[in-house]
C-alpha cells in the first residue's frame, strides 16, 4: 500500500506540474527503463522552457528534485518541490553545504557563472551535467561531430550574449565546467533546436501553426533540405537516463543527420492541420537577398551553401548509441498544435518567430514578379 499511495503522490505531482504549465504528459518511457535507486537532483533554473520537462520526468521516475532559482519565471508550476532561491551572479549561497546525487545545470550561459557553480558543487555531488548547445563549433560548413573543433572568443572577460557571442562563451562554459568536475563524473550535452510544447520561441511552432493558417505560404529552398532538432521531452528522457546509468561524456542532442527534411516538414503540417495551403517555394539565393537567413524569417532552416552549409548534417551517433530515442517529427507537430491551443490569445496573437502575414505578401509578390 505504501508504494502505491507514493506513486500515486508522485503521478499527483507531475501531472499538476503539466497541467498548470499547459503541457501535455509525456507518458513516454525509455527502452531500457527499469527501477533505479531514487536519486537526489539539483536543478539549477527548472522553470522555463526544458527545466519542466526534466523535472517532470525525473519526478516520474521517483527521484527527488530540488531547484535553484531566482524566483521569476513560472514559480507556480512546483509548488511541492524544494526551492532555493538565488542567483547564479554571485549568489550561491544557499547551495553551500547541501549535497546532492547528481546537478542538472541547464541556466549556465556566462563562463563565469558556470565555473562558480561547478566549483562550489564539485564536491557535494556525484554527477554533473551541463546543457550546451550545438552554436559550440567553430564551422558550419562541415559536419560537426563531438571531436570537431569549437568556437573561440578572443576576449574570455566578455559576458554579454548575444547571437555573435553566444556560440563561444558555451563552449568557455563547458571548458570552465570541465576544469572544476573530473571527466568520469561530467555529462556535457549539446543540443541545437529544441522544439516542443512549451517552446517559448516559437521556431518550430511557427511552421504548423503558420500552415494552419492556409493560404500562399513562403517555404525555402529544396523538399531535401535537411534540418535538424531534438523534441524536448527526448532531451528530457536522455538526461535522466545519464543521471541514473552515470553517462558520462559529451553528446550532440539532435535528431540523425539527413533524417528529416524541408519537404517532410511540409507534408506533416499539412496532414496534421488539413489545411488549404498554396506553397512558394523560394530559391536560397533570393532568401540571401532578403535576409531571411540565420533565422531571420524563416527559422529552422538553412541553406545548403554559406557559412551554415552543414547546419543540418551534425552528427547524432554517440547519442543515438548511447540510448538516445527521437520521437517521429510528426509527434512533436501535433503536440505543439495541442499545447499551443491552451493558450492566452495575447500570447497568440503573434509568433515570435516566423514573418508576419504582410512581410510575407510582400515577399511573394516579389519572388513572383521575379519568376513571371
Not at 549568489?91 to 545545470?105: E, K, M, P
Not at 559536419?143 to 573561440?152: H, K
Request: net charge negative; hydrophobic share 35%.
Amino acid at each position: 500500500m505504501k508504494n502505491s499511495r507514493r506513486q500515486f503522490i508522485k503521478t499527483g505531482v507531475v501531472a499538476g506540474a503539466a497541467l498548470a504549465a499547459g503541457l501535455p504528459e509525456s507518458g513516454h518511457a525509455t527502452e531500457h527503463e527499469k527501477e533505479h535507486k531514487p536519486l537526489s537532483v539539483l536543478v539549477l533554473g527548472g522553470t522555463g522552457f526544458i527545466g519542466p520537462h526534466m523535472v517532470r520526468e525525473m519526478l516520474r521516475r521517483g527521484h527527488s528534485v530540488t531547484l535553484f532559482n531566482r524566483g521569476r519565471t513560472n514559480s507556480e508550476l512546483f509548488p511541492d518541490i524544494e526551492t532555493i532561491k538565488g542567483d547564479r551572479d554571485g549568489a550561491l549561497q544557499g547551495l553551500a553545504g547541501r549535497s546532492w546525487d547528481a546537478v542538472v545545470d541547464n541556466s549556465g550561459y556566462v563562463p563565469r557563472h558556470v565555473q562558480d557553480s561547478a566549483r562550489l558543487l564539485a564536491k557535494s555531488t556525484h554527477r554533473y551535467l551541463y546543457i550546451s548547445t550545438l552554436s559550440v563549433y567553430a564551422d558550419f560548413t562541415i559536419r560537426n561531430d563531438e571531436n570537431s573543433p569549437l568556437a573561440t572568443i578572443d576576449d574570455e572577460s566578455i559576458e554579454e550574449v548575444t547571437g555573435e557571442t553566444y556560440g563561444a562563451l558555451k563552449a568557455l562554459c563547458e571548458k570552465r565546467v570541465a576544469a572544476e568536475i573530473d571527466g568520469d563524473r561530467l555529462t556535457i550535452l549539446r543540443p541545437n533546436y529544441i522544439a516542443g510544447p512549451g517552446d517559448h520561441t516559437d521556431r518550430f511552432s511557427y511552421w504548423p501553426i503558420r500552415t494552419r493558417q492556409g493560404g500562399e505560404m513562403i517555404w525555402p529552398g529544396a523538399t531535401d533540405d535537411a534540418i535538424q532538432l531534438i523534441d524536448v521531452r527526448d532531451l528530457a528522457n536522455f538526461v535522466v537516463d545519464c543521471l541514473e546509468l552515470d553517462v558520462s561524456g559529451t553528446y550532440n542532442m539532435t535528431n540523425p543527420a539527413g533524417a528529416y527534411t524541408m519537404g517532410m516538414l511540409f507534408d506533416d503540417c499539412q496532414a496534421l492541420t488539413a489545411a488549404a495551403v498554396d506553397p512558394v517555394w523560394i530559391s536560397e539565393e533570393f532568401a540571401y537577398e532578403q535576409g531571411l537567413i540565420g533565422g531571420r524569417g524563416l527559422p529552422i532552416w538553412h541553406p545548403s551553401t554559406g557559412p551554415d552549409a552543414s547546419s543540418g548534417g551534425f552528427s547524432a551517433q554517440r547519442a543515438i548509441k548511447a540510448g538516445l530515442q527521437n520521437r517521429p517529427e510528426r509527434e512533436t507537430l501535433r503536440d505543439i498544435l495541442t499545447w499551443w491551443d491552451t493558450l492566452p490569445a495575447e500570447r497568440t496573437a503573434k509568433l515570435r518567430a516566423g514573418l508576419d502575414a504582410t512581410r510575407e505578401a510582400e515577399l511573394i509578390e516579389a519572388w513572383k514578379a521575379r519568376n513571371s
